[in-house]
């Protein structure tokens, strides 16, 4: 603690030959102000010393995680105004009468300067303090910074001034200036530290706590309980009407207004994240990659150019630009309404306690330390919140609307993009030059067309699906045949194409070339392709792909025993049929290609592979369904289509008589 | 690999000559390729117009929400330039809708239609197949018989075989010749068919875009602050922001 008054000067006042009272005073002003100069020299000394040599020291030092802007914050503005100010308060001499003017017009215009300046150091007091406690217990410091100084100098200046003024005859004509200079460090003093409390009590209470459920519990003391209790009862006496509301109409106003702004930007900043994410969708499809070998094809190669150019370069330009200047701020300002928000809600429960405790201050009149702490700080966070959440609503409205002009201002210029070098594509068109709708019409009646032309493809194709061929039948076929055609149509005889092997449960297994009758085209489960047939007496499903409608026709040439249905000539697919051959070529022979047994005696035996020769191809009543034949040297009728004719080369028409 | 039974044993006489077999399948498996193309490219655009619309409808959603925000209530002004983004975005959403119509008549569907040809091609095909493979047993057994000492018997089954022989082979050779024909006629019919599909893409951009520019264009010349370029606006931003985060009651981090 440095003494006011640095030696008692030698000699008694007598010696000085001034008369005793106002010498005196005099003598204590002109030490008082030779007092504000020296300790403001050592002042400015002492603080350049920290922030140069020891901090340099420790920079040198180069230590990890150490928080070099924080031990000394604005040390260097400090520095610089306390230059400024004892440069000028050196320009005058001190014996100079107009010295006192002087020395009060330079503090009155420094004044903001000074409050700046010091508002910030002040208020990183408690910060500064913390670092340097615990870098001291890490022994990275040896010595104090002496930041103290710094604290107290600001607040020393009121004093010094204060005894200069007492020190001068208010006749004295700098005497007004002076104690306006006086009353304004006052002022200067007070709102450093009305400043320093805000600060403190925002960083106490603006932090949303991230509380575990653990840290929760072990905060419930029968204190927390109590003051939790209170607020409770009172908020739910101001619900039932009990007790009237603290009605802060301009503090209701603002918060209205934040919260409604919280919500816009909440939403906007979905919104557009959604708007980006279905973009990215979109960019992700490639249609113009498709290979359909159309390469030369004009208006593809147009359009595959125009959408490579869109994906490379376009596409990705307006992504970036929505992310960067829309997005991305949007996101950093919903950031920022946390902790604003938390604050609100501590004021609110403040308040709570703020009501209780007037209400006490009301009844009893005295209310304790702590309770009076209790309404100072709601007090605090109420003025707080009522000067800066203005600002804060303002700015970030501002923010708000700036994100909303910037998309529209990159809406119109992608336009401008897309249009640019789309429109020079669409030159390229063949049908450009139409107006719009008559293009539309045009192209939309295309494909009206082009939808038949496809049909009758498809119905080319699908054509082939009936052979149009049948395997001749054996014997026991033909007894199934004229079994099936008694009780059902001819449409509804099939033909196996090829073995079929039942594998479920009501499947039937068939035989290549079996005969069925197809009773329904579906099986119960209304699948088409399981169809329901007989065969013998046996009914089941077989797979409809595999049996083709029985026509027979008169195109094979083999004189199958098939009933020839003039019908159903129709239903054949061209072909040219060979013609059919008479059976008595001479190079022709014709065999028995069944066993046949006699049942009269009109009728003769055969032997399948039996040669035979051909008298007559009907019988006596002219019909073609009985041929009389000699075998064996026996002569008789047999059915025509038992009879086989089979060109055999090498054998001459002489050799045939046997 | 005797031991192996072979179900068809392969005839001796070639059935199809290599080179048509090679043709037939070069033509088949552009179609193959060609029916792979075409339903990548329906689903792509399929895909991609509906994200488009769902683009269009988060745009929307944008202007919608704020309209509705208590905001508008309280500043007139901000009630103006919502009101008219509003309009802006639904305006642009009818366009969005008339052409993503536009592409479902002229693109997605017809791709559709061409896509629904080749089921039956493909059956077509399988269907020559299975006839092939008759043949070629038939044609053995034929030739097996024909080998064989030629007694009556023999004859008569020869004989028969031959007659079964005969209306297969008709058949099988109708069916090659048919997809020989038909195969590429409708490979090469894909470059009329999809031209007007191309075009209608381009010109639905077109139209669409020049709107969009028109519409959003009028809305900038509402807004007083002139262009600005992107690294001001970047700017801007930050600075706006680092002011709101020197307030005290928003935490420094």
Known sequence: MEPIYCTVLPGSPDELGVPPEADKTKHKQSLAIEELLSTERGYLNMIQLCAVDIRNRLKQKQLPDFDLEGLFANIDDVIDVSSKLLYQLELMDTENPQYLQALSDTFLSMRSELENTYKEYCASYSNILILEARYREREELDKAIQETITIQRIARYQLLLQTILKNTEPSHPAYRSLQATVDSTVALNSNINEYKRLKEVADKYNKPENLTLMDKIYRINTHSIAKKTARLSQMLKHEAGFLPKTEDKEFDALEEYFLALERGVADLQDNVSTFVKHFEEFLSRRPHECELDIETEVAFRNYKELSAILHKHIYPKYMHRLKSLVLQPLCSLQELFACPQNMIRKRLHKLLDFEKIEEKRRETGSI?????????????????????????????????????????????????????????????????????????????????????????????????????????LTPSSQRRLSELTKRYKSEQIYQASSDIKGGRDMDLSLSRGELVAVIQEMDTKGDKRRWLVEAGGNRGYVPASRINPYHPTGQTASPSPAIVDEASKRHSVVVVSPAIESPVLPSLQVFAAYDFSARSIHEVSLRAGELVTVLEHHDRQGNPQWTLVEVQGQKGYVPSNYLMVVPVPGISASSRKT | MSWIPFKNNNPKKQIISKTVERDFERE????????????????????????????????????????????????????????????????????????????????????????????????AVKRREQTLQDYKRLQSKVEKYEEKEKTGPTMVKLHQAREELRPVREDFEAK????????????????????????????????????MHKIFGELTEQIDQPGLTDEQRERDNEARLSELKALSIVADD
Not at chain 1, 387 to 405: C, D, H, S, V, Y
Not at chain 2, 187 to 209: C, G, K, N, T, W
């Open chain 2, 176 to 211: 090659n010749k048919q997809l020989l024909e038909e195969m590429p006629k409708f490979y090469h019919s894909r470059i009329d068919y999809f031209q007007p599909s191309f075009e209608a893409l381009i010109r639905a951009q077109v139209a669409y875009f020049t709107e």
């Open chain 2, 28 to 123: 088949y498996e552009k179609l193959q390729k060609l029916e792979d193309q075409t339903k990548k490219l329906h689903k792509d655009m399929k895909k991609s117009t509906e994200a488009d619309t769902a683009m269009s409808k988060a745009a929307v959603k944008i202007s919608s929400d704020l309209l509705s925000n208590p905001l508008c209530e309280q500043d007139p002004q901000f009630l103006k330039s919502m009101t008219a983004l509003d309009t802006a975005m639904r305006r642009m959403d009818a366009f969005n809708q008339e052409k993503v119509n536009q592409i479902q008549k002229t693109v997605i569907e017809p791709l559709k239609k061409f896509s629904s040809v080749f089921p039956s091609l493909n059956m």
């Open chain 1, 368 to 472: 304790t330390y702590e309770e009076q702490e209790a309404a100072n700080t709601y007090q605090a966070i109420n003025t707080l919140l009522l000067t800066e959440m203005p600002k804060f609503n303002g700015m970030a409205t501002q923010l708000l609307i700036r994100a909303m002009e910037t998309f529209i201002f990159i809406q119109r210029d992608f336009a401008a993009d897309v249009n640019h070098i789309a429109s020079g594509y669409l030159q390229h068109l063949p049908h450009n030059k139409l107006p719009d709708y008559t293009f539309w019409s045009w192209a939309e009646g295309m494909f009206l067309k082009e939808a038949k032309s496809l049909q009758q493809i498809s119905q080319t194709f699908e054509a082939e699906l009936n052979p149009h061929f049948i395997l001749p």
